[in-house]
């Protein structure tokens, strides 16, 4: 591999990082804030219907493609007009053929889960908003082959505020479940518009059977990847919203979102970029030994610290703030999803890094393992110990990070304690004076001057232990900021 070429790959990946984590920073923001004000509006019930509905989607969405983006992304070559136009065509063959199906038999599903007319409104809502979401594959793949991260989320942005804004506003004026719907529908024309705007790509039909076969040799085992993630997650969901009740699955879904959290605040963007990145770096396996170890030290830097913050402050909150006392059923939960979150963390960059070098069909034994597990465990501690039984099985499949840590060994060796052992530290300094503070009493003032004293620490000692690890990144940070610094601004 060229040195030019690798320092410019370098460069996209901090450029690409940083784009994604400040847009997603702003769209967390975004989705805290209007969570926060959905879970006072709204009642764990309307929660649990759009939990178990929007599982339908995604269930259905894992069928759109047969892994063909994925291919056209980890292609080394850049991808043919009759690559792209034959996967655009087969996916919305696919996609026109799901939603059609779905519409036709949506009053079956409602009569399954004794959802009412509005509820079936809702999934109608959700399918065509699915459809709409499809129409941007082959511009958002454009995008991500060249790493332009920065453009990529401009539309992530803005159909996230439009959907919170159109859900809260409705929500305000009493329209409970259809709140979501018209949300969806509005995110989904807004996602559309703004992504051909910023990577205009001129819509064509047509197969050529060729292209589809040399991609499906990565798509179609990356895809049974995805098949067996929608059996172990989304399938699950949709078969516990039939055995608990709406209220219990608003629980799960409240602790899920939360303790997921920092994984969606930094991990995504970390795993967004590395793919594509590790793609590009497979005929260098040094070079990407060094880029999955970096990678499994920003993890650390940020995941270990806001999982804590997250765990300490979330009982408090729920006390002292005004009519979310209703959420606390959902605490155990929420405890035993942070501990699986932080873990799997670690084994997302893992299995981007094996699929990156080819080696598909061992990250497909790892999905075979885990949805077998959760296939054994959910069910029957479900029936044990009712809505607690998905969060203790997810803790207990947590534990197999171990098994891809080995399995990326016999290819790439990575010094996995170097990367997270100071990041844990200092995470442990951080979380002493926060809990002495606490240990006096529980209100806003010993909540904010124990959060404030706690930042406070873990970034002096952070930087104390890591000065080394984080002073290269700095010139390159500061040019993106320079660069770039209205987030929404591009150019």
Same mark, same amino acid.
């Given at each position: 591999?060229?040195?030019?070429?690798?320092? =410019?790959?370098?460069?996209?990946?901090?450029?690409?990082?940083?784009?994604?984590?400040?847009?997603?920073?702003?769209?967390?923001?975004?989705?805290?804030?209007?969570?926060?004000?959905?879970?006072?509006?709204?009642?764990?019930?309307?929660?649990?219907?759009?939990?178990?509905?929007?599982?339908?989607?995604?269930?259905?969405?894992?069928?759109?493609?047969?892994?063909?983006?994925?291919?056209?992304?980890?292609?080394?070559?850049? +991808?043919?007009?009759? =690559?792209?136009?034959?996967?655009?065509?087969?996916?919305?063959?696919?996609?026109?053929?799901?939603?059609?199906?779905?519409?036709?038999?949506?009053?079956?599903?409602?009569?399954?889960?004794?959802?009412?007319?509005?509820? %079936?409104?809702?999934?109608?809502?959700?399918?065509?908003?699915?459809?709409?979401?499809?129409?941007?594959?082959?511009?958002?793949?454009?995008?991500?082959?060249?790493?332009?991260?920065?453009?990529?989320?401009?539309?992530?942005?803005?159909?996230?505020?439009?959907?919170?804004?159109?859900?809260?506003?409705?929500?305000?004026?009493?329209?409970?479940?259809?709140?979501?719907?018209?949300?969806? %529908?509005?995110?989904?024309?807004?996602?559309?518009?703004?992504?051909?705007?910023?990577?205009?790509?001129?819509?064509?039909?047509?197969?050529?059977?060729?292209?589809?076969?040399?991609?499906?040799?990565?798509?179609?085992?990356?895809?049974?990847?995805?098949?067996?993630?929608?059996? &172990?997650?989304?399938?699950?969901?949709?078969?516990?919203?039939?055995?608990?009740?709406?209220?219990?699955?608003?629980?799960?879904?409240?602790? &899920?979102?939360?303790?997921? #959290?920092?994984?969606?605040?930094?991990?995504?963007?970390?795993?967004?970029?590395?793919? +594509?990145?590790?793609?590009?770096?497979?005929?260098?396996?040094?070079?990407?030994?060094?880029?999955?170890?970096?990678?499994?030290?920003?993890?650390?830097?940020?995941?270990?610290?806001?999982?804590?913050?997250?765990?300490?402050?979330?009982?408090?909150?729920?006390?002292?703030?005004?009519?979310?006392?209703?959420? =606390?059923? #959902?605490?155990?939960?929420?405890?035993?999803?942070?501990?699986?979150?932080?873990?799997?963390?670690?084994?997302?960059?893992?299995?981007?890094?094996?699929?990156?070098?080819?080696?598909?069909?061992?990250?497909?034994?790892?999905?075979?393992?885990?949805?077998?597990?959760?296939?054994?465990?959910?069910?029957?501690?479900?029936?044990?110990?009712?809505?607690?039984?998905?969060?203790?099985?997810?803790?207990?499949?947590?534990?197999?990070?171990?098994?891809?840590?080995?399995?990326?060994? &016999?290819?790439?060796?990575?010094?996995?304690?170097?990367?997270?052992?100071?990041?844990?530290?200092?995470?442990?300094?951080?979380?002493?004076?926060?809990?002495?503070?606490?240990?006096?009493?529980?209100?806003?003032?010993?909540?904010?001057?124990?959060?404030?004293?706690?930042?406070?620490?873990?970034?002096?000692?952070?930087?104390?232990?890591?000065?080394?690890?984080?002073? +290269?990144?700095?010139?390159?940070? %500061?040019?993106?900021?320079?660069?770039?610094?209205?987030?929404?601004?591009?150019?």
């Amino acid at each position: 591999m060229q040195e030019d070429l690798i320092k =410019e790959i370098k460069g996209k990946i901090v450029g690409g990082v940083f784009a994604l984590t400040t847009r997603t920073l702003i769209l967390q923001i975004i989705s805290f804030i209007a969570t926060f004000i959905l879970t006072i509006i709204l009642s764990p019930s309307i929660f649990g219907i759009f939990f178990v509905v929007s599982a339908v989607i995604s269930f259905l969405s894992y069928f759109s493609d047969v892994g063909l983006a994925a291919s056209l992304i980890q292609k080394k070559e850049d +991808p043919t007009r009759q =690559e792209l136009v034959s996967v655009f065509t087969l996916q919305q063959l696919i996609v026109g053929s799901l939603v059609l199906l779905a519409i036709i038999f949506s009053p079956n599903f409602g009569k399954f889960y004794s959802l009412n007319s509005d509820g %079936i409104f809702l999934l109608r809502a959700l399918l065509i908003s699915f459809f709409l979401s499809s129409l941007k594959t082959i511009p958002s793949i454009l995008l991500e082959r060249k790493l332009e991260f920065s453009l990529l989320v401009i539309p992530q942005i803005l159909e996230t505020f439009v959907f919170y804004l159109t859900t809260i506003v409705l929500a305000l004026l009493g329209y409970g479940i259809f709140s979501f719907a018209w949300g969806s %529908i509005a995110r989904g024309v807004v996602g559309l518009v703004t992504i051909y705007v910023i990577s205009p790509w001129k819509l064509s039909i047509g197969i050529d059977m060729g292209s589809l076969k040399k991609l499906l040799s990565f798509g179609f085992p990356f895809q049974m990847n995805s098949l067996l993630a929608l059996v &172990k997650d989304d399938l699950m969901t949709i078969f516990l919203g039939k055995i608990l009740p709406f209220s219990q699955m608003g629980y799960i879904g409240w602790a &899920k979102k939360w303790s997921e #959290a920092p994984l969606r605040l930094i991990m995504d963007s970390i795993i967004r970029v590395t793919f +594509p990145a590790f793609s590009r770096m497979q005929g260098d396996k040094k070079l990407l030994s060094k880029a999955i170890s970096k990678s499994f030290f920003f993890l650390s830097f940020f995941i270990f610290p806001t999982t804590a913050l997250l765990i300490i402050y979330i009982k408090p909150m729920i006390y002292l703030i005004p009519k979310y006392l209703k959420w =606390e059923p #959902a605490l155990v939960p929420f405890y035993l999803y942070s501990f699986a979150a932080v873990l799997a963390a670690f084994s997302s960059p893992i299995v981007n890094a094996l699929n990156a070098i080819g080696k598909i069909k061992k990250t497909l034994i790892l999905m075979i393992l885990w949805t077998l597990l959760t296939w054994i465990l959910v069910p029957y501690l479900t029936l044990m110990y009712g809505y607690y039984g998905a969060p203790f099985a997810a803790f207990a499949i947590s534990f197999t990070v171990i098994i891809p840590i080995f399995m990326i060994r &016999k290819y790439i060796y990575i010094p996995i304690l170097t990367s997270i052992l100071k990041p844990i530290v200092s995470t442990c300094f951080m979380v002493v004076p926060i809990l002495l503070i606490l240990s006096f009493g529980i209100n806003l003032l010993s909540i904010g001057t124990s959060l404030i004293l706690g930042i406070i620490v873990y970034s002096v000692s952070a930087w104390l232990m890591m000065k080394n690890e984080l002073l +290269p990144y700095f010139p390159k940070f %500061i040019r993106n900021v320079s660069r770039n610094p209205d987030p929404f601004n591009p150019t």
